[in-house]
């Protein structure tokens, strides 16, 4: 039988809708800042520990609140910025809905300084369970709030939490989003009660981005903007060579809000598909808007919005990138122009990566002939050993051309093979099976890497799988690891390079053991395969074209690109008419 309706004790009311508002630590994290931004600070320091679930605490030197009112900051639909409802079209602050402290304070123990700076008292509050009290308290101006115990009294949401890693993770990324759109206000986060990021207030958002990705970032990026009466949109946007393995590094800000829209990454793609680039560019996007062109009252958390116009902003977007992609044609044109030669030799020998030494040879032939090699340098050191050793095999090898490819020549097929992509594979496959020796060899001089803000959690999550493929790394201050030593495989890496590309390819995987181990291998795979300008051995060439009529592999590198083409003898006799 079906029970009477009946309504529903407050506190149960205020803990449903917290969830809603309260996804884990990084949602009060997000909200406390938000708040203090609002409260104009221009400093806002903020203290983790265990991810957030002990304590949480926001410090601030903006308006505070006064003594008589800050009962009710905990009220549910209390608030000071807006009064009815046609406020909400034009919100300048973050909050505005009056329900994040309610809320917050429903599943944890609360408390919260503050003193206005108009008056000469503050107040203590606490809350927990319902029970409120209030003290006399003589501090500075400004608020800080403490959030202990979150999800004490929800423990189906605490089950749902991810791992305490993740969690911490999404907080570093909530806080790091918002400190991103407010350059001048002064930003600190310790986690366990050490100071892991300090970032000072900066110019502009070029310096918050250098400060937080690092000196180099910028050089890569290229800042556009475009303005029209009804909007001004900004941002960094990636230079070709700047693609990224996921879309971490994409975020539109909405009148300085950071929000999810999901059309972000796709139009991005369209403006950049003619680099034909593999990965994803980076972009900070700064849309200013009038509010009332733009609904931020549709997801609990203010995290999506919906534009009045959308196919109107989608078009901003992707003028924008194009601006950026175009400016690098631009250069490239420029090159091209007076010594149009000189461009398509270079081109012809230019390398994948950064590995190559020198690379002045443009094609080369391995054929012999009369007692010289042809092309401007030998890859090979002795081919005829190649030749004897290849002997005996059901193929003939023709050569390497445009320093990439070996031609192989074999009874059914001309196969072209693209010998970086494919060592790249094999490689891998001996990674993934386990079943190499591990031996380290040690660096002449240790490279001890400088890690951005972002990078350090990550870099400290794969030392130990690093380790156990061969490198020799440690942590080496709060902001550095030392390399001392790396796999003999990956003999000759550019060891900050791959360090960094790993890190990067990490940023986006989340504490999957398997996929982890997974990139980690593909990027020494690609570090450590020989590449366009590399000195081939006969074994290098003889093993690529073993490996690759083997069989046993997948004809893709681990990125997904073909590493091997055929043109079928049967369809040669077709071309010329012979069958
Ligand atoms: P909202 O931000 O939507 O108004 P909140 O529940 O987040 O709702 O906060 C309630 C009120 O408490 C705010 O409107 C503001 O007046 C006050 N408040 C919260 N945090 C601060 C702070 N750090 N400094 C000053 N006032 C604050
Ligand atoms: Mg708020």
Redesign the pocket.
């Given at each position: 039988m079906m029970d009477r309706i009946k309504e529903l004790p407050d506190s149960v009311k205020r803990k449903i809708a917290a969830g809603e508002v309260v996804e884990g630590p990084f949602s009060v994290v997000k909200?406390?800042i938000?708040?203090?931004l609002?409260?104009e600070?221009t400093e806002i320091d903020v203290e983790i520990y265990e991810s957030g679930l002990k304590k949480i605490q926001?410090r601030?030197n903006?308006?505070?609140?006064f003594r008589d009112?800050l009962p009710s900051?905990?009220r549910e639909h209390?608030?000071?910025?807006i009064e009815n409802f046609t406020d909400i079209e034009r919100v300048a602050?973050?909050?505005?809905?009056?329900?994040?402290?309610?809320s917050i304070s429903s599943i944890s123990k609360l408390t919260i300084y503050?003193r206005s700076s108009e008056e000469e008292r503050g107040a203590k509050l606490t809350s927990v369970d319902g029970s409120v009290e209030m003290h006399d308290y003589a501090g500075a101006a400004?608020?800080m709030?403490i959030v202990e115990n979150l999800f004490f009294n929800v423990p189906a949401r605490k089950k749902f939490l991810r791992a305490r890693k993740t969690e911490l993770r999404k907080v570093r990324e909530t806080f790091l989003r918002i400190a991103l759109a407010n350059p001048d206000v002064s930003f600190s986060l310790s986690i366990d009660g050490r100071r892991q990021v300090t970032l000072p207030a900066a110019a502009d958002s070029a310096g918050r981005i250098q400060q937080i990705y690092g000196d180099d970032i910028l050089e890569r990026l290229s800042f556009e903007r475009i303005q029209d009466i009804k909007i001004e949109l900004s941002g960094y946007l990636s230079m070709p060579d700047l693609m990224k393995p996921s879309r971490s590094m994409q975020v539109l800000y909405v009148n300085r809000r950071p929000v999810e829209y999901r059309y972000l990454g796709f139009l991005l793609s369209r403006a950049y598909e003619a680099m034909a680039a593999q990965g994803h560019p980076v972009a900070f996007l700064f849309l200013t808007i009038d509010p009332e062109l733009v609904d931020i009252n549709v997801h609990p958390a203010k995290r999506e919005v919906k534009f009045f116009d959308q196919k109107y902003i989608d078009d901003c977007i992707i003028h924008l990138s194009q601006k950026a992609v175009n400016r690098v044609h631009r250069v490239r044109d420029n090159l091209i122009k007076p010594g149009g030669d000189q461009f398509a030799v270079s081109a012809l020998s230019e390398g994948e990566g950064s590995s190559s030494s020198s690379e002045e040879g443009a094609g080369m032939s391995l054929f012999e002939h009369d007692g010289r090699s042809y092309g401007m340098r030998s890859f090979l050191k002795d081919v005829s050993e190649l030749y004897s050793a290849a002997q005996g095999e059901p193929w003939r090898l023709l050569g390497i051309i445009y320093n990439r490819y070996i031609l192989v020549e074999d009874a059914r097929a001309l196969l072209i093979i693209d010998f970086h992509a494919a060592h790249e594979r094999f490689i891998f496959d001996i990674l993934m099976q386990g079943t190499l020796a591990v031996e380290t060899q040690d660096l002449v001089f240790p490279v001890v890497l400088e890690l951005s803000l972002d990078e350090h959690p990550v870099a400290m999550d794969c030392l130990a799988l690093l380790r156990e493929i061969g490198f020799d790394i440690e942590e080496f201050s709060d902001n550095s690891v030392v390399i001392r030593g790396i796999p003999v495989l990956g003999r000759g890496m550019d060891v900050e390079l791959f360090f960094h590309e790993v890190l990067d390819a990490l940023k986006s995987e989340q504490d999957m053991q398997a996929r982890i181990q997974e990139r980690i291998f593909e990027k020494v795979a690609c570090h450590s395969a020989k590449r366009s300008g590399d000195e081939l051995t006969d074994e290098d060439v003889l093993l690529i074209i073993r490996e690759t009529r083997s069989g046993a592999h997948e004809l893709r590198c681990p990125h997904g690109r073909p590493y091997v083409y055929a043109i079928e003898r049967n369809d040669l006799e077709r071309i010329f008419k012979r069958s």
């Open positions: 909200e406390l938000e708040n203090s609002d409260a600070s926001v601030d903006g308006s505070g609140m009112d900051a905990i209390t608030t000071s910025k602050t973050y909050g505005f809905r009056g329900e994040a402290l309610s503050t400004g608020t709030i």
